[in-house]
Every structure is written in C-alpha cells, then in structure tokens.
C-alpha cells in the first residue's frame, strides 16, 4: 500500500513537471522534450527515480536478465578485443540491474583475463544501487576493479565499449506525411489535465531530416504515414567514443537499417512503452513509471561511426552475434543435464526469430582497430545499411 501510494505521489509530481513545460513551451512540447523530461528529468523521470525498472518485478526483461549465457559471450568478444590490443578495459553504458558485468567479470577471470578496471557509466540512482549490491557479491578482487563514473571518460583509453538496449531509449521526434508535407507530432494538456498527441507544421530543420531519410530509403509513404527519427544519436555516439584511443564499442538494441525502419508499411511508427510487463503504443499513460523506447535506426548510427571517426567493423543479428560469441559451446558445457536443458531454453529466447534473435542487432564500431571479431563471423549485414 505504501508503495502505490508513493508511485501515485512521484506519478503526480512528474505529470505536475510535464504540464509545466508544455505551458511554458505555449500549449505545445516537442515530443521528443517530453519523452526526455519523461524518461530523465531530475529525481522523476523513469531512469532518474526509484522506479523497479528490470527483471520479473519490474517493467521489463533485458537479455542479461533472461540467461548469464549473454554476458559469458559478450566476455569471449572483450576478451578477443583486449587479447588484440595487448590489454585494456571494458566501460559499459547503462548497466541496468549491472548483471551483465557481474558475468562478464565472472567470465573474463574464468578466460585467464582479468579485469584491471571495468567501468559503468550509469545515470539512474536506483539502477546504480542496485548494481552496487550485486557487484559486491563478486569476489572482492572482481568487485574492487568495478568504478562507477558519471560521464563518457575525457581521458584517453583502450578497450571495449558495451552498450546493451541503451540506444533504444534516446528521445526521439515524432513526425506524420500528410498530403506530401511533413508535420511533427508534440503534446498537449487536455482539459482534464492528462495529454494527448498534437499536430503542427515541422520545423524546416525536422522537414529536412524527414525528407532526406525518405530520400534515402527510397520509399513512398501513404499518406497519414508515423515515424519517429532520434535526431540526437549522432552527438551522443560521438561523445560515449570521443576519448576511446583504441578498440571496440559494441551495441545491441531493438532495430534495423534505414529502409526497413521507414518501410511503407510500418505506418505507426516504432514507439513502444514497457509498463510492469506489459508493452503498449501510448507514452501518455504512465509517465515516469513506464520505460518509453523507439527502434534504433542502424543507418543513423553507422552515419554517427563515420562522422566520429569510428569504422563500422560489424552489422548482425543478434543470433549471429551469439552464435559467432560461442553460445552453443557454453550450452553444451553445462555440468549436467539439468543445466543444460535450462540453458538451451534461455538460449532459445536469446536466438529464435520469433523472441530476441532478429528483431535485435548488433553493431561494432572501432577505433585503431583492424583485427578480425569472432562476434561477425557467421553473418556480415552491413552492405543492407
């Protein structure tokens, strides 16, 4: 009871913030400055506040939550990457429950190679907490090389980038087609106080943007056709990388290229809300208690690589990845067969098309670094951006 009534009182709080910046926007908030108070203003947006984000009690389940088989191949890729630089250390973005860098520690000391330093860069309080508790559980010489760190480092490093479902959650502008003309989608108040999506003319700069992706995937539009265009990864992949000297960033979201994110048919949009296990289209109905997430646009990102100086070292499914990772092998290993029959049910979800497998990819960026990832060898998608 005390719980509800504290996300009843933190849910009104943030509504209070929201309702206050579109009056203050003149009845109209970009969409994409909603979803950024939504998700990150300060002590009440989702991933600034105490909601139980991750896992079975929270609002959504991530690959590290489902099965330890994702972090142990992620640990084989940073053990390849650091084997090729002569050494170096993993900085991971947005660690959630921090689970995927308790296998990757637990992994890579396994693998003969570990850790000097492993750092997370995490905004969420709550989220930091909890990985905290969970990293103390590690043997006090895994646990000790674990910093925590509150921006992208400025001095020059080497290593291995992870970013797992962190692109997805970018605020992103909302845009329509209507008649040959492109119109940007904001938020309103309504009279009872809640919101509600409205229409106006984009601005030039959006109009532009919007024109050049049709252009650029080649495809006509119905009209009344919704997308979304996340105008801000270009900046945020260039300063995550900025201080990256040498080696490898590897992310993995929900996504695909270009022409397929803005196909024709795909007429709503990729907006997407994660409330208590539940996945629905409407960012208005729990704001600052549910995760609000868009599809990644790969070809933005690879757009990003180029303008930041990084090479684009590998495109693929999230299937191929693990399967080039070695996951087979670490289900075959299991102790017993017990064990092997739970792992190959996790490496299902992790590897059908149907589950996680296609719908998410996987995308190395490099710096300084030409040697050949195991992550990539059993697919190569990358002429599809």
Not at 228 to 250: F, H, Y
């Amino acid at each position: 009871m005390a719980a509800d009534l504290h996300e009843a009182t933190h849910a009104q709080r943030l509504r209070e913030r929201l309702r206050q910046a579109v009056t203050a926007a003149g009845g109209w908030l970009s969409f994409d400055e909603y979803m950024r108070l939504a998700l990150y203003a300060p002590g009440l947006g989702y991933y600034s506040a105490g909601a139980h984000k991750l896992g079975a009690g929270g609002d959504f389940t991530t690959a590290p939550e489902i099965s330890r088989l994702f972090g142990q191949c992620l640990a084989q890729h940073c053990h390849q990457v650091l084997t090729a630089l002569g050494g170096g250390e993993v900085l991971e973005i947005g660690a959630g429950s921090g689970r995927l860098a308790f296998d990757v520690l637990s992994a890579m000391h396994l693998l003969g190679r570990p850790l000097q330093r492993y750092r997370i860069l995490e905004i969420s309080a709550d989220l930091r907490a909890r990985q905290r508790a969970l990293i103390a559980t590690l043997p006090d010489a895994l646990a000790e090389c674990v910093e925590w760190i509150d921006a992208p480092p400025s001095e020059p490093w080497q290593g291995a980038l992870l970013a797992n479902e962190v692109l997805d959650a970018l605020p992103v502008s909302s845009f329509a087609w209507r008649n040959g003309e492109v119109f940007e989608n904001g938020v309103c108040t309504t009279r009872d106080g809640s919101f509600d999506w409205m229409e106006r003319d984009a601005t030039p700069t959006l109009r532009d943007e919007v024109l050049r992706l049709r252009a650029d995937a080649s495809v006509q539009w119905p009209d009344g056709y919704c997308s979304e265009v996340c105008t801000s990864s270009q900046s945020w992949v260039a300063e995550v990388t900025r201080s990256l000297q040498r080696g490898v960033a590897l992310f993995i979201d929900y996504g695909t290229s270009r022409r397929e994110y803005y196909h024709p048919q795909r007429s709503a949009g990729t907006l997407r809300c994660h409330y208590r296990q539940q996945a629905h289209d409407n960012p208005f109905a729990h704001p600052g208690m549910e995760d609000i997430t868009a599809w990644v646009d790969f070809t933005r990102v690879a757009e990003a690589a180029d303008a930041a100086g990084l090479d684009v070292l590998g495109y693929a499914t999230q299937a191929a990845l693990l399967l080039g990772l070695g996951i087979e092998a670490q289900v075959s290993a299991a102790a017993d067969e017990r064990t092997r029959i739970m792992r190959a049910a996790e490496a299902r979800q992790l590897l059908m098309p149907e589950e996680m497998g296609e719908h998410f990819k996987a995308m190395a960026l490099g710096r300084g670094f030409d040697a050949p990832l195991a992550a990539f060898a059993h697919q190569d998608l990358r002429d599809r951006l």
